[in-house]
């Protein structure tokens, strides 16, 4: 061989050696990719149910409610301590319950040696008592939001927001549900005996690393962290004996980036009774139920004397694309919470056929529209900042929010305060799951949403609230802007609080 043919030679074959270890390296990445827990779960450890939290009736009628963040230590496997963060406890927080017209306190202390804050996810209240990353709780420091409990029966939920820091707080453990009750609600014959037929179910994945937490991202996962198992109020390998024939669980995807689609192995339907924000008009039969980082749905399961089944979360096929869905967890499937029926079961009648009355506007004739366009940059290609106000909105009126997703990647659409109807979905009427009251709601690539909200206040121009992606790792990266509510003609002002210490990467 000529040495020029040698030369030849050589670097052809390494070149084939180098197209062989890259293709063999993505075969890896993408068969690595894809999680499944399906028939692999022994389910051998009782569903912890968050306890209902105490409160108190002040002078003045108002109900106080004590809510502590702190550091701690849990034992999810036998004989293995992973340290974590709670409300009251280790990890997670207890269920607060309040009914409609209710004036409630909450007195946070924050125990923790970082500034954090705690956000009432989906509740109507004014700006100041939002949470959100302009009310900062100081390692040591307290906060006493308080306000009046005004919307229909919901199941809601509460979890810090400090911005930057936001996915590393929920992941340790900070996170619970507010359930709201209202005289409709409390007449209907719905399930409803707290943790017997009317279950809390909190679902997070997780990924441990021996008895620690890993949080680590994964290589191409742009939605953020994925876990490869799945645990429910904190439990690992849950199960849950019922002795009732319906059985309500409200499901709350506290999980930081995953999207799940849950349902039953025997594809058994159930009924759809409840979303974000409230009970539907009338209970809706489905398969499948999707939800995205910080949705919620009650739905209610018939069961069968002695029968075991299972919540399973199914792949998914509306992610736009098989590599986004691949990588965002949408080939994933989970098994995730087993219900082990008693021999006997007591009768639960049918489910009522009139529900609850959202209350969102129907959008016709808004005072104005206005565009979002979802990047992982930043929403309408800014990147968050906390001292501008992005959008001023006018107290008392309605307004079309048009949220669109062609960024690639999956994302999701959160507004805080109020609770919006989905208009159209790509300029088509919305499915069920989407006609109920949302204040999330996933937005896949290659989806255009119309929304319609109304804005109540009370007015405060210079305390805004935040509309984001509540992929954790995007909202912490900047994928959300601010809003506030004025009175007819007012400005905006300047945002108060300043980002405060002990938040940000570390
Ligand atoms: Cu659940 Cu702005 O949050
Ligand atoms: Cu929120
Ligand atoms: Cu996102």
């Not at 009914?99 to 509740?123: C, F, P, Q, Y």
């Not at 399961?301 to 509306?318: A, C, H, I, W, Y």
């Not at 945002?495 to 210490?501: D, E, I, L, M, Y």
């Amino acid at each position: 061989m000529s040495p020029l043919k040698r030369t030849l030679v050589v670097l052809g074959s390494f070149v084939t050696v180098v197209a062989l270890a890259f293709g063999g390296g993505f075969l890896w990445l993408w068969n690595d990719a894809k999680v499944s827990t399906v028939g692999k779960e022994q389910f051998e450890n009782e569903l912890s149910i968050p306890p209902l939290a105490k409160s108190r009736l002040d002078k003045d009628g108002t109900r106080v409610f004590d809510l502590r963040m702190q550091a701690g230590e849990k034992e999810f496997e036998d004989g293995r301590k992973t340290s974590t963060w709670g409300f009251n406890g280790a990890y997670l927080g207890p269920t607060l319950r309040a009914e409609r017209g209710d004036k409630v306190r909450v007195r946070i202390r924050n125990g923790l040696d970082e500034a954090s804050t705690v956000h009432w996810h989906g509740m109507h209240l004014p700006a100041e008592m939002d949470g959100g990353p302009h009310q900062m709780v100081e390692p040591g420091g307290k906060w006493n939001p308080h306000w009046t409990v005004d919307q229909p029966a919901s199941t809601l939920w509460y979890h810090p927001h400090p911005h930057g820091a936001t996915e590393k707080h929920v992941q340790r453990g900070l996170a619970g549900m507010f359930l709201v009750d209202d005289k409709r609600s409390a007449r209907l014959t719905l399930p409803k005996k707290y943790g017997v037929d009317d279950l809390p179910v909190i679902v997070q994945d997780v990924r441990f690393d021996g008895a620690k937490f890993d949080h680590g991202h994964d290589m191409m996962r742009h939605v953020g962290f994925l876990g490869d198992r799945t645990m429910v109020n904190g439990t690992l390998r849950p199960y849950r004996k019922v002795g009732d024939e319906l059985i309500r669980l409200r499901l709350l995807n506290a999980s930081t980036a995953r999207t799940y689609a849950f349902g039953f192995p025997d594809d058994r339907s159930f009924s759809l009774v409840g979303t974000d924000g409230g009970l539907l008009e009338q209970p809706a039969r489905m398969r499948r139920i999707q939800l995205s980082p910080g949705e919620r749905a009650e739905i209610v399961v018939r069961m069968e004397q002695g029968e075991k089944t299972v919540l399973r979360s199914f792949p998914q096929d509306n992610y736009g694309g098989s590599w986004q869905t691949r990588f965002s967890g949408g080939d994933d499937s989970f098994d995730v919470l087993e219900l082990r029926a008693a021999k006997r079961l007591r009768a639960s009648g049918d489910l009522p056929r009139r529900l609850g009355e959202p209350e969102v506007p129907d959008g016709k004739n808004p005072a104005r529209g206005r565009f979002f366009d979802l990047k992982e940059s930043g929403i309408n290609d800014r990147a968050m900042k906390m001292d501008r106000i992005d959008e001023t909105v006018t107290r008392g009126t309605t307004e079309t929010w048009t949220v669109r997703n062609n960024n690639g990647v999956p994302h999701n659409f959160h507004v805080h305060d109020v609770q919006f109807r989905v208009l159209e979905v790509n300029g088509e009427a919305p499915p069920p799951e989407l006609r109920g009251a949302k204040d999330t709601v996933f937005v896949p690539n290659g989806t255009t949403m119309k929304l319609a909200m109304r804005f109540e206040g009370p007015a405060d121009p210079d305390t805004p609230y935040m509309y984001h992606c509540h992929l954790l790792a995007h909202e912490d990266g900047g994928m959300m802007g601010q809003f506030v509510v004025v009175e007819k003609g007012q400005q905006a002002g300047t945002p108060s609080g300043a980002p405060s210490r002990g938040h940000g990467h570390h």
